[in-house]
């Protein structure tokens, strides 16, 4: 089976950096998500890492260390329009199957 | 342009009903996704189709079946409705099998009374 743990809520504010961790235990590993989640929207993909390291796209980067089973998603200069759900999710087996956490709301506060 | 559109937005009926749900994606993508989103808003795979042949079915009641009728459309049906049905179902779609990214539709809230 496949286990996905991520916070289950975060505030931080304005113009800040926050951290949104996930770990994770699965078998035949292929890759890791990370989407954004507006209340009443659809998920949006923010990124996918498949390699070891930080891969950053503007404001949002994201950590994968497989050995590790862990990766986080760091958002820097907060905006209020980021106060979202984030949802981590696990692409695995041959079949690339997507396995959701069960997501962090985030808060920004000013 | 909607790149994956679904109809309807809101799903009012009685539990008992038979209801679809229809999902389109204008992308050119050979694969489709329907996900079931709970109150405690988890997302979960429900079935995946790659060029209209079924790939993931994930334990799902048998009283969801799912269509495709050519790549471009996944649709939904679920004969004699339950409470538990209750949820946002979203479709999403991605270029292949192989391709991380999915695109999503904007989600059908069904309501069973």
């Known amino acids: 089976g496949q286990n996905i743990d991520q916070p289950t809520e975060m505030t931080a504010t304005e113009g800040a950096i926050v951290q949104i961790n996930c770990t994770y235990q699965?078998?035949?590993?292929?890759?890791l998500f990370w989407y954004q989640q507006h209340a009443g929207e659809a998920p949006t993909f923010l990124s996918y890492?498949?390699?070891?390291g930080l891969e950053e796209k503007g404001r949002f980067s994201s950590f994968l260390s497989r050995s590790k089973g862990y990766s986080y998603l760091l958002l820097k200069e907060l905006q209020m329009k980021d106060s979202a759900s984030y949802l981590c999710?696990?692409?695995?087996?041959?079949?690339?199957?997507?396995?959701f956490g069960t997501g962090t709301k985030l808060q920004v506060i000013p | 342009d909607t790149a994956v559109s679904q109809t309807p937005k809101y799903l009012v009926t009685q539990m008992g009903n038979d209801k679809s749900i229809k999902c389109e994606q204008n992308l050119g993508h050979d694969t489709m996704y329907w996900y079931k989103q709970d109150s405690k808003k988890f997302l979960k795979i429900m079935f995946s189709?790659?060029?209209?042949?079924?790939?993931i079915n994930e334990t799902v009641p048998n009283r969801f079946s799912p269509k495709s009728p050519d790549k471009a459309h996944l649709n939904l049906h679920i004969n004699s409705l339950e409470l538990g049905d209750s949820a946002v179902y979203f479709c999403a779609s991605s270029q292949s099998m192989a391709s991380p990214e999915q695109f999503f539709g904007p989600g059908t809230r069904l309501t069973v009374l």
């Open positions: 699965t078998s035949g590993f292929n890759g």
């Open positions: 189709y790659n060029n209209k042949e079924l790939i």
């Open positions: 999710a696990v692409n695995s087996g041959g079949y690339q199957k997507v396995t």
């Open positions: 890492n498949v390699l070891d």
